[in-house]
């Protein structure tokens, strides 16, 4: 019996086969249990079951079938034993082992469907494999089509930026024209207020001199005279004005998209709208004068009126006199004949009286004359009037329009600052949220193979998509070749380092998160570029990046906004974090920690360090204070590789907070530029002791910097920030919205080609690692359908 059975280790392969097969999925018959037909024999009285083929004669009941439904029946099976009543009972052991037999059988016949299933299933999964296949080719090809398209659609991007920053460039020189016109407009309009103001002067002594000399009608002729001039002179000043207002805004309609131009522009405006305001102040003070010496013309002509009267009266007097008189002269006549003394007396006083007649008729003629003048003057008086009633309505109209059109203009302002927010920050995102730039360290005299044929084995390609970008490395004859974002020649100047990074810096002012870092072994140049050396041109990236936040943040003033600024910087040694503005900081060779300092970050983003010292700066003076303190706190050593070497991690950090009442807008901004240790083999260095653990301390913390980079580039769902004390510094700097700049520093001298070798490779993969690509990548399509919309 036990050589007609198959091995147990098949059946149990078979078994696992089948429960594999269940777990795959595919559908097995459940079959009932095989106890259930044992049980059923011994509850028949242990009699044998009959042939299945009914071979037993047709009075015997039908065996009850036997199913299989895993790997459990088949081990009751074979675990089965005999159940006999005695040895000498072989009648019933016989019945046992031919039942026992036929169980084994359609155990036997199981297992065969059994493989016979599993034959038809591996063939429909070698199908399914062939098919797989060949759709795997097929999305390798397709990927193949993507990634080419991708590369040119990258290439196209480049271009695309690149032609931006030619505009950006023809726009910045356009506006230093513009506004070197606008001074000289500035200057122009100075000295018409110069000269207004003179004039100013001599309309105040005319004006007293016509009160001084009011009661003179010669004086107010003069007067009068003076007045029409002066309303001359106003016309042409407001002609004058009406120019260069057109003027004004025509300098506006130009300097529209630039900002501080257009700040100067509305500064020049609310001069005018004073100017104008000093200039209706002098056209109201004209015409109260004029209204004044209306009133004087007024009264004089109600004397002359008066007097008129008064002489009229007189003749009228008189006229009645010379009538008494003729009547008294012809009763004379009658009494010529009594007496003639009294004739002549008459005659002589009625000659007396016609002289006066007539001389009384004179002065009524020359005071008509006099009234017919004074009316003629008053009309005068009351055109001018009207004209300095309709010059000041004018004026005020202009008024209004000029401020009218600085609200407009200061809307403008506005809505152009945040477009160019977004433009810029489009700008950046384009070119990346990560970007790498390569620095190589010009060969210095200490360098002992500068003058070997090994010392020139780094170039610069020259052609139009490697120029600028590109570097190669001849090692051992062998050509290794890398690009960047940008590669800067060891003849390039602190200045135009700090060309291509300023943009990040403005990302600063604008609320976002910027880190910057200096990465390559010692020696490489880090602290020079981070920091660089007293004087005018050898300014590093940190004190030029704050010259340009506070001189941008004072420019901003005048738009309505208002910055504060935090300052902080420490140390990690040693995986340790150490304050260099504290108050009684311990000098370089002091290595103990007096506090334990511990990283926190909020849900916003936000990244605190417990008792560090944070101190508000108000100017570039305040921080170049700082930088010195913290300059002569931090910890350097000498080593084989460089007499100055930077043996911890330095992170200078500025919070950038700015509101506008005009407009509502509040940003935070956080600016990190790091100096990092430099990396170094510890054979090279020669470390021992402290100088040794100070040195692996710093591989360490570079590699976890690394780590961290390479899984937020693949996406990974756990980033290794805890690994190192600058990593969870530095967590919310490395995603999301934030922008990173990386510079590797290398040396030219071919005894650090390894090292270099190691720094490209790793600037390399940064550079490869794209993170935030689809989010660029969406916002570079709408930024296309805005230019082919435009």
């Known amino acids: 019996m036990a050589s007609s059975l198959p091995p147990r280790s098949s059946y149990l392969k078979k078994e696992n086969a089948g429960t594999a097969r269940r777990e795959m999925g595919f559908k097995v018959t459940p079959r009932r249990n095989v106890l259930s037909a044992i049980n059923n024999g011994d509850a028949n009285g242990g009699a044998p079951s009959a042939p299945a083929d009914g071979g037993g004669g047709g009075g015997a009941e039908a065996a009850p079938v036997i199913e299989f439904s895993g790997r459990e029946d088949v081990e009751r099976l074979l675990a089965e034993k005999m159940k006999g009543k005695s040895k000498n009972d072989y009648k019933g052991r016989v019945e046992q082992m031919s039942d026992y037999i036929k169980k084994l059988r359609a155990c036997i016949r199981w297992y065969m469907e059994l493989e016979d299933g599993y034959l038809v299933e591996q063939e429909k999964l070698r199908g399914d494999m062939d098919a797989e296949s060949t759709r795997h080719t097929e999305l390798e090809a397709q990927l193949s089509n993507a990634i080419e398209e991708l590369k040119a659609a990258n290439l196209d991007l480049t271009r695309r930026c690149e032609f931006l920053e030619e505009n950006l460039n023809r726009e910045k020189s356009e506006k230093l024209i513009a506004v070197e016109s606008y001074e000289k407009e500035k200057q122009e309009r100075e000295s018409a207020e110069s000269s207004r103001d003179v004039l100013t002067v001599d309309l105040e002594r005319v004006t007293h001199d016509a009160k001084r000399f009011s009661e003179q009608l010669k004086m107010v002729q003069d007067t009068n005279k003076r007045l029409q001039e002066y309303n001359t002179s106003l016309q042409q000043y407001n002609s004058n004005l009406q120019a260069d207002a057109s003027k004004s805004g025509e300098t506006i309609s130009k300097l529209q998209k630039e900002k501080s131009t257009m700040m100067e522009t509305m500064a020049a405006l609310r001069e005018c709208n004073n100017s104008m305001g000093s200039q209706l102040e002098s056209s109201r003070a004209s015409q109260q004068e004029s209204i004044r010496v209306k009133e004087e013309l007024r009264k004089e002509v109600e004397c002359l009126r008066a007097e008129l009267k008064q002489v009229r009266d007189d003749r009228d007097h008189s006229a009645a006199q010379l009538n008494n008189l003729n009547i008294v002269l012809a009763n004379c006549k009658e009494q010529l004949g009594k007496s003639s003394k009294e004739c002549e007396s008459m005659t002589t006083e009625v000659s007396a009286l016609e002289e006066t007649c007539s001389t009384q008729q004179e002065q009524i003629q020359t005071f008509q004359k006099q009234l017919a003048v004074a ?66 360290r010009p060969l210095l005299r200490l360098d002992g193979d500068s003058n070997g044929p090994e010392g020139a084995s780094i170039s610069f390609p020259t052609s139009v998509e490697s120029n600028g970008r590109a570097i190669d490395l001849m090692n051992q004859g062998q050509k290794l070749s890398f690009s960047y974002d940008k590669v800067f020649d060891p003849n390039a100047s602190q200045g135009d380092v700090f060309v291509e990074i300023s943009q990040l810096v403005q990302s600063a002012l604008d609320g976002y998160k910027v880190c910057m870092f200096a990465y390559g072994q010692t020696g490489s140049g880090k602290t020079y570029t981070m920091m660089g050396r007293p004087g005018i041109d050898q300014k590093g990236i940190i004190p030029r990046s704050l010259e340009q936040i506070f001189k941008t943040s004072q420019s901003l003033e005048s738009q309505g906004w208002e910055y504060s600024m935090q300052a902080s910087m420490l140390e990690i040694y040693n995986e340790t974090i150490r304050d260099l503005l504290a108050p009684g900081r311990p000098n370089s060779f002091d290595m103990t920690p007096s506090k334990q300092y511990t990283i926190k970050h909020d849900s916003h983003g936000n990244t605190t360090v417990s008792d560090l010292t944070i101190i508000d700066v108000y100017g570039i003076a305040d921080v170049t204070t700082l930088l010195e303190k913290a300059s002569q706190s931090r910890s350097v050593g000498k080593t084989q590789m460089n007499e100055q070497s930077s043996r911890s991690h330095f992170v200078f950090s500025l919070k950038i907070s700015g509101s506008n009442e005009n407009t509502g807008q509040h940003v935070q901004g956080v600016l990190n530029l790091i100096d990092l240790a430099g990396s170094e083999r510890l054979a090279k260095s020669g470390s021992t002791g402290d100088r040794l653990k100070e040195t692996q301390s710093i591989n360490k913390s570079l590699s976890a910097l690394s780590d961290v980079i390479f899984a937020i580039a693949k996406g990974d769902d756990h980033v290794p920030f805890r690994n190192s004390k600058l990593t969870y510094l530095l967590q919310p700097c490395l995603g999301g919205d934030s922008k990173t700049l990386m510079f590797v520093n290398i040396s030219p001298e071919a005894s650090s080609v390894g090292e270099t070798i190691c720094s490209l490779r790793f600037a390399s993969r940064v550079n490869a690692c794209e993170i935030g690509i689809p989010r660029r990548q969406t916002q570079a399509r709408s930024f296309d359908s805005r230019l082919s919309y435009g």
């Open 375 to 440: 009316t003629q003057k008053l009309k005068l008086a009351d055109v001018t009037a009207i004209e300095a009633m309709t010059g000041y309505e004018e004026q005020k109209e202009k008024i209004k329009y000029l401020e009218e059109r600085l609200a407009h203009a200061e809307s403008q302002i506005v809505e152009g600052d945040e477009l160019r927010k977004k433009l810029h920050n489009t700008i950046l995102e384009l070119k990346g949220n990560i970007r790498v730039f390569c620095r190589v």
